[in-house]
């Protein structure tokens, strides 16, 4: 438990937002799917003492522990467990805790022949509607997008389906000269894998089971990509060295969509030490504060010197990789539901559950914006919506330093919008007039300084 909360912590994206942008009013207190608030604000309560602790002080999870297993029996006790199961399930009340969907919808199960419509269309659809039941920070941070495929091998229906996903799981096969590189378990993922008789495939159309072959790809990567290396197989550890890069992985090859991404950069790893049925876990994790990596090993924190940072990180105990893709550097941007302006037309609403994401470009004074998915919306709607010209909804005296915000470019499902600016944004928020406001990242920066 205690590595895997390291590597979280080390989530500057996620920590930022629960230190600088949360608020408790954000707990989404009804969703039994979350833990009524009770787990977020124990994890944020640890996460300011560590916060405001100085020189590697040792905190202790004590208080933190206790809540997790009032959560979920399966964390009670002190058995060791799955890292990936623990960092799965944190990540997901989380999210649950502060969902922003107060009623889901139901889920529509679509379906989809391949021949009716275009893949990019179906992701877009798929996605739309994994977001009209779940909005999150976390969905914004760690979930993308898998496509899976097959073909009926007795009415040749063919059948796509798109899955979010918040982990990527990397089989490894025991090889025999025991150093593989990363990129080749990217590259295994994607094959076409043949489903044999243990494991058969269901046609959709013609329900009859077969031998197919599916495929399953990446279709979208999110920006903090946590990639699980599947040591354990038929209750065997595979002990096969993986060599990843520290910085600059790129996966843009093994990306099916038209998506291009930056390359990624590592901060924090999971270790795991031993076998199958005794094992001990330790992490290193990217320290942002300092720009400096530490081992973590229970109540020892080690501090890891440049020159020795790729002969001590690479190693082949590795088991989880968290990834920060590079082109995140700055912030993360949310935009955050605020229950008490309810008022909010339909259109409004529909356009709440696109995605909106705005790049800061710090050379230019500028941060451009962009709202996309947007696919049952007129777009002159959209317009107001984005007029932050309300100064006195703008906290923290930063209107100065907002000059003008103006229309670039309007595409089916895409607004583009420039902002003039001096400064540094952190949060958009919805406003009682439709407006939204947007908060600065002054004082988080201070602190970091
Ligand atoms: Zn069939």
Not at 59 to 70: A, D, H, N, W, Y
Not at 303 to 322: G, H, T, V
Not at 394 to 415: G, P, Q
């Amino acid at each position: 438990m205690n590595s895997a909360l390291q590597c979280i912590f080390a989530t500057k994206e996620l920590s930022d937002y629960f230190l600088y942008n949360f608020s408790e009013k954000y707990i989404n207190k009804n969703n039994i799917l979350g833990s009524g608030g009770l787990l977020t604000l124990g994890y944020i309560n640890l996460l300011l003492n560590i916060n405001n602790t100085t020189n590697n002080e040792y905190i202790s999870p004590g208080l933190f522990k206790v809540v997790l297993s009032l959560c979920s029996s399966k964390f009670e006790g002190n058995e060791q467990e799955d890292a990936h199961e623990f960092i799965i399930y944190l990540l997901d009340i989380f999210h649950e805790d502060i969902n922003r969907v107060i009623k889901k919808p139901n889920n529509d199960n679509l379906k989809y022949n391949s021949d009716e419509i275009s893949s990019d269309k179906k992701s877009v659809i798929d996605w739309n509607n994994f977001l009209k039941r779940n909005q999150s920070v976390l969905i914004d941070l760690f979930y993308g997008q898998l496509k899976s495929s097959a073909i009926c091998p007795i009415c040749h229906y063919h059948s796509i389906k798109f899955n979010s996903f918040f982990s990527l799981e990397l089989s490894i096969e025991e090889s025999t000269n025991q150093e593989i590189k990363l990129e080749k378990l990217f590259y295994e993922f994607s094959m076409e894998e043949k489903l044999d008789r243990d494991n058969l495939y269901k046609c959709e159309k013609c329900k009859e089971k077969s031998e197919a072959n599916k495929t399953i790809e990446i279709y979208h990567v999110p920006k903090i990509l946590i990639i699980h290396l599947k040591r354990f197989n038929n209750n065997k550890k595979i002990n096969t060295f993986i060599d990843f890069p520290l910085r600059d992985l790129d996966i843009n090859e093994y990306i099916k969509s038209n998506d291009s991404v930056a390359k990624y950069d590592l901060f924090g790893i999971i270790n795991h030490y031993g076998s199958m049925e005794y094992g001990h876990y330790t992490s290193y994790c990217f320290n942002y504060h300092d720009h400096t990596w530490y081992e973590y090993n229970d109540r020892l924190v080690n501090k890891i010197p440049k020159e020795k940072e790729k002969d001590k990180i690479i190693n082949k105990n590795a088991y989880i990789l968290f990834y920060r893709c590079q082109d995140n550097d700055s912030i993360n941007w949310d935009v955050i539901y605020n229950k008490k302006y309810e008022n909010i037309n339909e259109n409004n609403l529909k356009l709440f559950g696109a995605d909106f994401v705005l790049k800061e470009n710090p050379k230019k004074n500028l941060i451009l914006g962009e709202i996309n998915n947007i696919t049952n919306i007129d777009k002159s709607e959209i317009i107001p919506v984005i007029n932050i010209d309300e100064k006195n909804e703008i906290e923290d005296n930063i209107d100065k330093d907002i000059n003008e915000i103006k229309e670039i470019k309007k595409e089916e499902c895409k607004l583009e919008i420039e902002i003039k600016t001096t400064g540094i944004f952190s949060s958009i928020k919805r406003t009682k007039n439709n407006t939204f406001r947007i908060k600065t990242f002054h004082e988080t920066r201070k602190k970091e300084n």
